[in-house]
């Protein structure tokens, strides 16, 4: 059983040199979220505030909202990364934060060799990596680079190597913040089945992204955070029209009916 809850957590960010106006503005273009004094008198960033969610076992649920509303500090407060500063988080259930397609691969060693990296660092065990390999090397397309250090490759093929480890991994909890893009349309279209293969293994995701055609294909529902708090969750539809517009709202009642027709 996987479950998350919330109840009133805040993420603050203490700023203890915040005299000048400059540096408060720099904070808080990085941070998002409002300035305020926690009960120390010491400014901070309210990088979320009050946020009370339970989410269960098959919940699919897809974060919209502009750079700096608290999206990826929401992820990493249910990763456990970030503690509350007031309120509390649960988590039950073993967390794979897929919060940047590189993290956890070195640049002086071989794609196979970083396949084996990756891996654990996203809580597979060595034995588990070593039989997957070929699968991955099948699914990557980037035959003898594997061989190759990665630092050696471009951009396009790190994220090949990457997507083929994240979404070979059996995860309970599954935390992904964007950052998937910069391949060809051609092998987006293999990572996109291989993604919804990932979503239907794990007992729960949350995804942050800007792309609202993943969000559709991905999810059930929707939260909008904006300036730190949830501003409004529901139906990807109705939360994607509320906070783009209907033309968007159309296009993910149109993507959702072809997936129903499939």
């Known amino acids: ?3 998350i809850q919330t109840h ?9 040199d915040a005299k000048s106006r400059s540096l408060k503005k720099a904070f808080l273009g990085k941070a998002g979220g409002a300035i305020g004094r926690n009960e120390s008198n010491v400014v901070v ?4 505030r009050d946020i009370t969610l339970s989410l269960k076992e098959g919940d699919r649920v897809g974060l919209v909202g502009h750079n ?4 990826s500090t929401l992820l990493r407060l249910l990763s456990g990364i970030y503690e509350p500063t007031r ?3 649960y988590v039950q259930g073993r967390v794979a934060p897929v919060f940047d397609l590189g993290v956890g691969m070195d640049p002086e060693i071989s794609g196979y060799e970083n396949i084996i990296i990756r891996g654990m660092f996203l809580g597979q065990t060595r034995k588990q990596m070593q039989a997957k390999v070929d699968e991955i090397a099948d699914f990557t397309e980037l035959g003898e680079y594997l061989s190759m250090p990665l630092r050696t490759y471009s951009t396009g093929m790190r994220v090949r190597l990457a997507m083929g480890v994240v ?26 089945i291989r993604l919804q293969q990932l979503v239907e293994r794990s007992g729960m995701l949350v995804f942050a992204s800007h792309s609202n055609e993943f969000l559709a294909r991905l999810c059930n529902t929707a939260m909008w955070i904006d300036h730190g708090t949830i501003k409004m969750s529901g139906g990807i539809e109705e939360v994607v029209r509320a906070y783009e517009g209907n033309e968007a709202g159309d296009h993910v009642a149109q993507i959702l009916a072809e997936d129903v027709h499939e």
């Open 1 to 3: 059983m996987v479950r």
């Open 8 to 16: 009133e957590a805040w993420v603050e960010f203490p700023i203890f």
């Open 45 to 48: 960033i309210e990088a979320l």
């Open 68 to 71: 700096g509303a608290g999206k």
């Open 87 to 89: 309120g509390s988080s």
């Open 167 to 192: 979404t070979s991994i059996d995860p309970e909890i599954l935390l992904l913040d964007e950052g998937i893009g910069a391949v060809d349309a051609e092998f987006m279209k293999k990572a996109r």
